[in-house]
C-alpha cells in the first residue's frame, strides 16, 4: 500500500511539472507568434508606407514600441517551472533588448523623417537594429534549445517553441543606406515638401571619365562598359531623400539610380552603366528628377553628344 501511495504521489507530481511545461511553452509560443506579427507589421511599413503620411508612420511605429514593451512585460510576468530557469533567464534578455531598441527607434523616427538631425537619427535607428538582430541571435543560441531540450527531457511532445527572427532578411537592415533609402519612401509616400527652399542641379557629367559638356562632342573608347557618373548638388535649404537620376540614350529606354540622401548644399554622384553598349555617335539626355517643392527644374537635365570608338 505504501508503495502504490508513493508512486501514485509521484505520478501526480509528474503530471503537474508536465502541465506546468506545456503551459510555459504554450505561453512562449503565444508571445512569439505575436512578435512575430509585429515584425511584419514594422518591417512592412519599412518595405513599403503605401499611403501614410510621416505622422501616419510615426504613430504605427509607436504601437510596434508599446506591444513590444507589453511582450516585455508578460515574458517578466511568465511562471518557469524549475528546469525552464536558465530559458527564462534568456528569453527575459531577448526582450529587453527588442523593447529597448524598439523604444530608441521610435523615439528618433521623427526626427530621421525630418532635416536638422536626419544622419544622426538614421544612424542610432541602424545601431538599434544591431540589437534586434542580437536578440534573434540570443533566441536561437540560448532560449530555443534550451526550451525545447526540457520538453525532450520530460518526454513532452508537440509543445516545441517556434523561431522567432524579428529582424527578416539578413543583415539587410543593420545598414544606415538601407534604413535611409526605406524611410525616404516615406517622404515620397505623403508627397508634400517641408518648408524652405527645396531645388537640386546637375553638377556635372561624365564617361568614363571623360567629362561632358553640352554643345561640345566628346569621343569615348568603346573598349569597355560605358558608364555614366552624374554629379548632382542640393541647392535648398533641406535634406532630400530618394533622389532619382536618369540616363537615355538616344532617346530610347531609360536607366536610373537613386541617391538615397543629399544634404542641403552637399554634392553626390551615382554611377548608371549602359547596357547594353552604344555604338558610335549617340546622344545622351541626363535629367536628375524633381522633389517636392522644388521649383525651377531648368537647370536639373542636359543633353550629350558622345561617340563610342
Known sequence: MLILIVLGVKGCLDARKNRALTDYSRNVTQIVDETAQTSKGFFGKLADPGSLSVTEFVAEVNADRSAMDNYATRVDGLDAPGDMAHAQSALELVYELRSAAMGEIADQMSTALGDVGSEKAIATIAARMQRLFASDVVYAAAVRPQIDRVLADSGIEGNDVPESVFVPEGTKWLEESAVSAALSLVSDATGAATPGVHGLGL????????????????????????????????????????????????????????????????????????????????????????????????NNEASYTVDFE
Open 203 to 298: 553638377a556635372g557629367a561624365s564617361v568614363n571619365g571623360t567629362e561632358l559638356s553640352e554643345g561640345t562632342p566628346v569621343s569615348v573608347a568603346a573598349e569597355e562598359t560605358p558608364e555614366v557618373e552624374v554629379t548632382v548638388e542640393n541647392q535648398g535649404e533641406s535634406t532630400e531623400n530618394g533622389v532619382t537620376v536618369t540616363v537615355t540614350v538616344n532617346g530610347g529606354g531609360t536607366l536610373q539610380q537613386d541617391i538615397s540622401s543629399i544634404a542641403a548644399g552637399e554634392v553626390q554622384s551615382v554611377t548608371i552603366p549602359l547596357t547594353p553598349a552604344p555604338q558610335g555617335e549617340v546622344a545622351l539626355e541626363v535629367e536628375v528628377e524633381t522633389v517636392p517643392g522644388e521649383r525651377v527644374s531648368t
